[in-house]
């Protein structure tokens, strides 16, 4: 129990100290007063909260230990580069006005289809006999 006990204070000194000493950029979710207040309280909770979540942690993540030297980076053949698709330049009014006309043209060869499709006879019957 002892052992959990000094455990516990490590804890909330060494959060205390980190959230101090962070600047108010690097702290997540709610003030910096906020979260010393709720490692005082909570002296547990409140410093995994605050290592899990309150404080922002560089993009490589958490280094342990010694850092590895750098290991030159091996040179290989890359791929050609993908062409890049052109660039539309139209304005939007232009794009719309396009995209009606493809409409229109999509709708009338369905037209002529459905004409081809139900014979020369559907077509004739508008003339002066059917008045």
Do not use: C
């Amino acid at each position: 129990m002892p052992l959990l006990s000094l455990l516990i204070v490590a804890l909330t000194v060494v959060a205390l100290i980190d959230i101090i000493t962070r600047d108010d950029s690097q702290v997540k979710h709610m003030p910096k007063f906020v979260w010393v207040l709720l490692v005082v309280f909570l002296p547990l909770i409140g410093g995994i909260l605050w290592f899990a979540i309150g404080r922002e942690y560089p993009d490589g993540g958490i280094r342990l230990g010694r850092e590895r030297p750098a290991r030159p980076a091996r040179r290989e053949p890359s791929a050609p580069a993908a062409p890049m698709p052109p660039v539309d330049t139209r304005s939007t009014e232009q794009q719309i006005a396009d995209l009606d006309r493809e409409i229109e043209e999509w709708r009338l060869r369905e037209e002529i289809a459905k004409r081809k499709k139900d014979g020369p006879a559907a077509g004739s019957g508008t003339g002066a006999s059917e008045v």
